[in-house]
């Protein structure tokens, strides 16, 4: 069975710091990435890497801040998150792609899973 469990969300004061963790089972995929949709907004990436690689991508908007990793023997994806913005709160969602594709890392047609998100609210 195909699963991917966020945890790892919560409320920081803005200028905080939070580390998103997904599990991963049931599939061997060859991109993770992570996405957020705040309250009447659309769904938008944040960031992504290739499983067992070495490049990493990020949203201009949160390069520099936050940090996507991985842990192969935990099959598990990290979004460190430091100096959370006001403008940031959104559900925060992990996804995972079954195939290697030529295209930008934030089209969210070549993530085939899901998981169902974790909330981040960040207080000023």
């Known amino acids: 069975q195909v699963q991917l469990v966020e945890t790892g969300g919560g409320s920081v004061q803005a200028g905080g710091s939070l580390r998103l963790s997904c599990t991963a089972s049931?599939?061997?995929?060859?991109?993770m990435g992570w996405f957020r949709q705040a309250p009447g907004k659309e769904r938008e990436g944040v960031a992504a890497?290739?499983?067992?690689?070495?490049?990493?991508y990020y949203a201009d908007s949160v390069n520099g801040r936050f940090t996507i990793s991985q842990d192969n023997a935990k099959k598990t994806l990290y979004l460190q998150m430091n100096n959370l913005q006001p403008e940031e709160p959104a559900m925060y969602y992990c996804a995972a792609g079954r195939y290697s594709y030529s295209g930008v890392w934030w089209d969210q047609r070549h993530y085939n899973d899901w998981g169902q998100g974790t909330q981040v609210t960040v207080s000023s």
């Open positions: 049931g599939y061997t995929w060859r991109w």
């Open positions: 890497l290739y499983i067992g690689g070495r490049a990493t």
